[in-house]
Structure formats: C-alpha cells, structure tokens
C-alpha cells in the first residue's frame, strides 16, 4: 500500500529553525514534493527532490534519503508569514503514477 | 504567463442545479487534474488528463464529470451534488515532459457550496 506520515502539528518561534519530517511507503519512487498552503488557498510548489541529498532554495531546504523513505524540510529565520501547511507528496514508480498526498503538518508561528 | 486560474472563486448551488467549474493555463503544461479538499484534509485526486486525454479517474461519482476541450482548458460539470461535496475544488497543471520533475502547480481553486 502507499502511505506518507507527517506530525499534525508542529509549533515554532520567529527568527527559529524547524524541520518538518516525512516518512514514506510506496510502490515505487519518482520524486518527492513539499507544497505551503496558507488556511483557505491553494497549494505553492516549495521543493522538489529525487535523489539523495540536501536541495536548498533560500530560507527552504530541502533532504531526501531513498533508502530510508524519509524526506524532510528545514525552515530558517522562521517569519509569521510562515505559519500554514506544508504538505509531503511522493510520486509513485511509474511515470504517470498519480502524486500521493501526506494529510499535512500545520506549522504554528509563535512571536 | 505563469498561473493557473480558476472561475468562479465561489459557488453555492442546490442539489438539483447543474454548474461547471472552469480552469485554465497558458503555460502549455499537456496534464491537468482536479483535487477536491476538505478543510484540514490533503487534496484527493479525483480525474487527471495528459494531453487532453483522461487518464485517470479516481472512482469519482458521475454526478462529477470532467471535460478537457483543449490544452489550456479543463472544466468539471457538476449535477444533482449533495450536500457532502462542499469543498474547495483545485485544478493543477504539470509539464508532462520527458522530465520526471512534473511539478503540479495550483490554481487558487473554487470553494463550492451545496445546500
């Protein structure tokens, strides 16, 4: 079967660091996504990996390890803009397999 | 242009109207898909269509049913909904290239409300 865990919630104070963790089991592996989504908008690409390693992108980075089915996504200089969802998506095996959704960690922004 | 759109921002319709949602890019992206979310939910795929084709359909009810009349344009038509199809609809776009980095991007979807 597929599954992506991901903690519910996670709470963190401006100006900090957080990293958001993401487990997962599927048939195959063609890439894992992080997408934001702010309460009541869509989804923003943050990242994308496919191979083994750190992938870094301003304030967002991002870590990929195959073996261990593990992914996670590193925040700094936390701002309160940043309190919403962030969202784990692994595309499965095939090339036209479907993105599978985590149900989201709502990061909270304490001043 | 580098945006997915959607039309309307918000519907609230009966059980026995008929309504469509549209969606549109014009970044010559050849896949689009249909989410819906409910609140504090992932989005759950329900139809994708590569190259204006339907390729996949999530076992969607067919009070639910999605059109692709060209490239850019994907609508889904929705009749005789029930109350539990209140949600925030999404439509994405990838490239569907050669490229295995077939990022989805977002349109700021539709929240659809059914008395």
């Known amino acids: 079967g597929q599954n992506i865990d991901q903690p519910t919630e996670m709470t963190a104070t401006e100006g900090a660091i957080v990293q958001i963790n993401c487990t997962y089991q599927?048939?195959?592996?063609?890439?894992l996504f992080w997408y934001q989504q702010h309460a009541g908008e869509a989804p923003t690409f943050l990242s994308y990996?496919?191979?083994?390693g750190l992938e870094e992108k301003g304030r967002f980075s991002s870590f990929l390890s195959r073996s261990k089915g593990y992914s996670y996504l590193l925040l700094k200089e936390l701002q309160m803009k940043d309190s919403a969802s962030y969202l784990c998506?692994?595309?499965?095996?095939?090339?036209?397999?479907?993105?599978?959704f985590g149900k989201g960690t709502r990061l909270h922004i304490l001043p | 242009d580098t945006e997915v759109t959607q039309t309307p921002k918000h519907l609230v319709m009966g059980m026995t109207n008929k309504k469509s949602l549209k969606c549109e890019q014009h970044?010559?992206?050849?896949?689009m898909y249909w989410y819906k979310q409910k609140a504090k939910k992932p989005p759950e795929l329900m139809f994708v269509?590569?190259?204006?084709?339907?390729?996949i359909n999530e076992s969607v009810p067919s009070r639910f049913s999605p059109e692709c009349p060209n490239s850019s344009l994907l609508n889904l038509h929705l009749h005789a909904l029930q109350p539990e199809d209140s949600a925030l609809y999404l439509c994405?776009?990838?490239?569907?290239?050669?490229?295995?980095?077939?990022?989805?991007?977002f349109g700021p979807g539709t929240r659809l409300t059914v008395l």
């Open positions: 599927t048939s195959g592996f063609n890439g």
């Open positions: 998506a692994v595309r499965g095996g095939n090339r036209d397999d479907k993105i599978i």
């Open positions: 994405a776009s990838s490239p569907a290239g050669e490229s295995a980095t077939d990022t989805q991007y």
């Open positions: 970044m010559g992206h050849r896949a």
């Open positions: 269509y590569s190259y204006e084709k339907l390729s």
């Open positions: 990996n496919v191979l083994d």
